[in-house]
């Protein structure tokens, strides 16, 4: 049995069938698809888990299908952590973004949907207040890993494509909890392939 196992992996890892960094299978989606501007450019390719987190996923497809991420900025990026995106109502590039990291879309909070997949570099998750249940719009990136967050927090994805270029998404002020002040990355846009 563990040479079986030993071969399926080799074989995964030599066709590439596992989601970039994260040592997760790449699943037959759907996949979100961020096209991202700034200092940065580039395209990142998320794999959506709907087995995992069917709510959350069903959130994310209508937020991207309705343009509600577009032109959204990431509004608080910690080196050595993760990038965080999604602020619909407050995180728009070109006006006011000072309360970017409050606001959500209109549509209701959602439920936790834990799982038991850990939170370790190129996952992706619904970022929310105290309360469990609080999850909305923001979403954030793992850019390395974070396994006190498991359990705790909704994951609904991992990168394919396109990690390096969450590595280089411009990183925040550490003496205010990663939030970027000035010229942050944002998402040009955000589709859906099915």
Do not use: C, W
Not at 7 to 36: C, H, K, Q, R, Y
Not at 80 to 88: E, H, K, L, S
Not at 111 to 121: G, K, M, W, Y
């Amino acid at each position: 049995m563990r040479k079986l196992l030993a071969s399926v992996l080799l074989a995964s890892l030599a066709t590439g069938a596992f989601a970039e960094g994260s040592g997760v299978p790449d699943t037959a989606g759907p996949n979100l698809v961020l096209e991202i501007g700034g200092q940065v450019s580039g395209k990142v390719v998320i794999d959506l888990l709907p087995d995992v987190a069917p709510k959350h996923v069903e959130r994310m497809i209508q937020l991207a299908k309705d343009g509600a991420y577009d032109g959204v900025i990431f509004h608080r990026v910690i080196e050595g952590f993760m990038a965080q995106t999604g602020d619909v109502r407050f995180g728009k590039r070109g006006g006011d973004t000072t309360m970017a990291g409050v606001g959500g879309s209109d549509y209701p909070d959602l439920p936790l949907e834990a799982s038991n997949r850990s939170f370790q570099r190129g996952m992706v998750g619904m970022a929310r207040a105290a309360d469990p249940n609080s999850a909305n719009s923001q979403f954030f990136i793992m850019t390395d890993p974070a396994t006190s967050l498991d359990g705790q927090y909704t994951l609904f994805g991992h990168v394919v494509e396109g990690l390096e270029v969450v590595d280089q998404i411009k990183k925040g002020s550490p003496y205010a909890n990663g939030v970027v002040s000035e010229d942050p990355d944002y998402i040009v846009s955000a589709t859906v392939e099915e």
